[in-house]
C-alpha cells in the first residue's frame, strides 16, 4: 500500500511508495556509496548523529557499525521498519521538533534541493534547530550538471538507474523522472528538485542561521555548515 504523494511526486512499481515517490523495496536494493565515509571524516568520533530521510537504513547501519549514536528521521512509518540499531522518529523533516540537540545533523539524498521552497527552508530550520552550537550539519547538493545531457544511465547493484528527464515544473523548478530496471522488478519515480547555484544555496543557508565550514568532497557535493 502507498502513503499519499506530496504534490508533484510519485512512484510506480512493486511494494509500498513513500510520499516522495520512493519505493521501500527498491531502497532495501541500493548500496551504499562513500556518504558514510564521507559523515565518518566529518564527523567527531563516537558523535551523536541526527539523520534526516533515513529510508530503510542504508546509510544508518554503516555509521552505526561505525561506533556513532543515530536518530533516524523518515516520513515513511514503512522505511523506518527497516532501521535497527537507531533510534527511529516518524516525522516529516520540516515538521520535527526534538527537543535535544545532536553533535551532527545529515540532510542527505539532495533534500536541500526540495521543489518547494518553504519545505527547503523548513529543513534547514529543522538542522539548525536540532545541531549543537558547537556542532555541524552534513549537507547533500546536487552536482552542477546533474539535470543536463539526458537521458542518462549508470549500473545499480544488478540493473542500472536511468534518469531520463527533467523537465521545467515552475520557477526555478524542475520535475526529474527516473526510471530504476531490474532483471526481476521495474520501478519509477518523478519528484521535484529545485537547482540552487552556489551562491543560491549560501543564501539559503543564512536564512537558517547557518554557513558554510568547508565543501567536503571535489565536486562540492557535500557540504559541512555551522550555526551562523
Known amino acids: 500500500m502507498s502513503e499519499r504523494m506530496r504534490e508533484g511526486y510519485r512512484g510506480t512499481g512493486p511494494g509500498a511508495i513513500t510520499p516522495d515517490g520512493c519505493a521501500v523495496d527498491l531502497y532495501l536494493r541500493l548500496p551504499v556509496w562513500d556518504e558514510p565515509d564521507i559523515i565518518e571524516r566529518a564527523a567527531p568520533p563516537a558523535a551523536r548523529i541526527l539523520e534526516l530521510g533515513s529510508g530503510v537504513g542504508r546509510v544508518t547501519h554503516p555509521l552505526v557499525e561505525r561506533g556513532f549514536t543515530v536518530t533516524a528521521v523518515d516520513e515513511s512509518p514503512q522505511m523506518l521498519e527497516r532501521v535497527s540499531g537507531a533510534r527511529t522518529v516518524h516525522s516529516p523533516i520540516e515538521e520535527l521538533e526534538l527537543d535535544e540537540r545532536f553533535d551532527v545533523v545529515v540532510l542527505g539524498s539532495f533534500l536541500v534541493h526540495a521543489g518547494d521552497p518553504r519545505v527547503a527552508h523548513g529543513l534547514l530550520r529543522t538542522c539548525r534547530r536540532h545541531v549543537t552550537d558547537d556542532g555541524c550539519v552534513l549537507i547533500q547538493r546536487e552536482a552542477a550538471d546533474r539535470h543536463d545531457n539526458l537521458p542518462q544511465e549508470r549500473p545499480l547493484a544488478d540493473g542500472l538507474i536511468r534518469i531520463v528527464s527533467s523537465d521545467p515544473a515552475g520557477p526555478g523548478v524542475r520535475s526529474v523522472h527516473a526510471e ?37 568532497t571535489d565536486d562540492r557535493t557535500w557540504v559541512r555548515a555551522v550555526p551562523a
Not at 183 to 207: K, V
Open 180 to 216: 530504476y530496471v531490474f532483471p526481476d522488478a521495474h520501478w519509477t519515480q518523478t519528484f521535484l528538485s529545485r537547482p540552487l547555484t552556489p551562491e543560491a544555496f549560501e543564501r539559503a543557508l543564512a536564512e537558517a542561521d547557518l554557513a558554510v565550514d568547508t565543501y567536503l
